[in-house]
């Protein structure tokens, strides 16, 4: 089926992505998208832009040419208690968030800890997606991971990135194939995203959907095929008067 979306995708103001916004807006249309998020990383990642950058997001138009545009961030876990990275103000301007965990930002612990700080994250009310909980770096108790977002209401990200020949992250496709068979055997829902940190990735699903396939992963349990839509009001959260 088509891809209809990619919300986890980076542009120059993350400081190691090397594209503009309209860079990748042209990509996402060349690519017949018809969502993309703006997810670049937050300030605690070495490099990246100031938290007014992502307070001042709402200058965007929520469509472009067609697109849906969708203004988010990629926030850092910080600690066991699940802290993150953007005050409550900035958030507020968003419409969704996904939590991550990062290098640079946390030093991880054990799979108990390391599922605990992600579930304690999700527990703010903008925190829509795990992204890439992929890598033994950061060991993870998949059943407690997968249990816990369903019962929080966020998405599973399949991440493109960490599929791919050249990735950085360790032990992705092993540790997928055990995240999807419980997503599986507990009805959770997961989202495909580029995790593009060049124009050229944005929408690009090629070893996420092939793994998906491989593993005979329910199509319904996709929400860029199934649930594009509503997926997308869902994530935009905002009220119009806090703009």
């Not at 066991?80 to 946390?106: K, N, Q």
């Amino acid at each position: 089926m088509q891809n209809t979306m990619d919300l986890h995708t980076h542009t120059i103001a993350s400081g190691h992505a090397y594209s503009t916004l309209t860079e990748n807006l042209n990509a996402a249309r060349e690519k017949g998208l018809r969502i993309i998020g703006i997810s670049d990383h937050a300030p605690a990642m070495p490099g990246s832009t100031h938290e007014y950058y992502f307070s001042n997001l709402r200058v965007i138009p929520e469509y472009i040419d067609g697109i849906r545009v969708l203004k988010g961030v990629e926030l850092n876990i910080l600690d066991g208690e699940g802290r993150i990275d953007l005050d409550e103000r900035t958030l507020s301007f968003l419409d969704y968030a996904i939590v991550s965990l990062h290098p640079p930002c946390f030093d991880g612990g054990n799979a108990e800890f390391n599922t605990d700080a992600i579930l304690k994250a999700c527990e703010h009310p903008l925190v829509k997606i795990i992204g890439h909980p992929d890598d033994s770096r950061y060991p993870l108790n998949y059943e407690r991971l997968v249990v816990g977002a369903k019962e929080r209401g966020v998405l599973l990200e399949v991440n493109n990135s960490s599929l791919s020949p050249n990735a950085f992250r360790e032990n992705a496709r092993e540790n997928y194939l055990e995240l999807l068979k419980f997503c599986k055997l507990h009805e959770v829902m997961v989202i495909i995203n580029s995790d593009s940190h060049y124009h050229q990735y944005i929408g690009e699903d090629g070893f996420a959907k092939a793994l998906l396939s491989e593993t005979e992963f329910p199509e319904h349990l996709i929400a860029n095929y199934t649930l594009a839509e509503e997926v997308a009001n869902w994530l935009s959260t905002f009220e119009k008067n806090r703009r």
